[in-house]
């Protein structure tokens, strides 16, 4: 058992988030589901595999249970083959996303990037951002900068916004790219709802007041899953 083995030998902690989202994605499991079977929080999960085995050895034993592998199985790599067969080959892949899907990723708020036609080069900003889900012809997004900022496009500007989260050492990941026009938010009463709705502190911090709407023409997004 690796329980009583020398902390050196234990598998590093990237090689066993892999091995966990590969198994994971054999089975057919969101990630919510396996950490709803192992009893535990997604958050906790994300965390567990990014700390490894020592720091909760109980909860890899769920986590095992839940893809149906014993708890040395899973630390070594055994998936109940039979002898000389290994791991099942796994491919990464890129999959479309729905428009449905895209939102989702989004949640209700993060940090994305404004693409911007500038000159003499087009110009790509961090900004933070939220989606505005309130607005009568569909969810859009909106952020907080300076009249006189490069990332304040102009009104009826043409803009693209995208934003990814990717991590290389498990090969999964997603990105959702929305493209459309930008307008500024110019009725005080919308104003005020977006500042009580959302918190948004953009990083420059100070006095900020436009808020910059992408009124989204085209939503597409691709995950990397496993075949």
Avoid: K
């Amino acid at each position: 058992m690796y329980d009583n083995a020398d902390p050196m030998t234990r598998p590093d902690p990237r090689v066993l988030a892999r091995r966990v989202a590969e198994r994971r994605l054999q089975l057919g499991l969101s990630e919510g589901a396996l950490a709803t079977q192992a009893g535990m929080a997604p958050r906790y999960l994300q965390h567990l595999l990014g700390a490894g085995v020592d720091f909760d050895p109980g909860g890899f034993v769920r986590i095992a249970s839940a893809l149906h592998l014993s708890y040395d199985d899973l630390l070594e790599g055994r998936t109940g083959l039979p002898p000389g067969q290994g791991e099942p080959a796994v491919h990464p892949a890129l999959l479309r996303l729905t428009e449905h899907e895209c939102w989702d990723r989004l949640g209700s708020r993060g940090v994305g990037r404004v693409a911007l036609a500038l000159e003499p080069s087009p110009g790509v900003f961090p900004v933070n951002y939220a989606v505005d889900a309130h607005a009568a012809d569909g969810p859009s997004i909106v952020y907080r900068t300076a009249p006189d900022s490069v990332a304040a496009p102009g009104a009826g500007a043409a803009v693209s916004f995208e934003v990814d989260r990717v991590d290389d050492h498990v090969s999964q990941g997603w990105s959702v790219l929305l493209s459309g026009v930008a307008e500024h938010v110019d009725d005080p009463v919308v104003a005020r709802r977006l500042s009580e709705s959302h918190v948004v502190e953009p990083w420059s911090g100070g006095d900020l007041p436009l808020w910059v709407r992408i009124r989204p023409g085209h939503v597409s997004g691709r995950r990397i899953g496993v075949l």
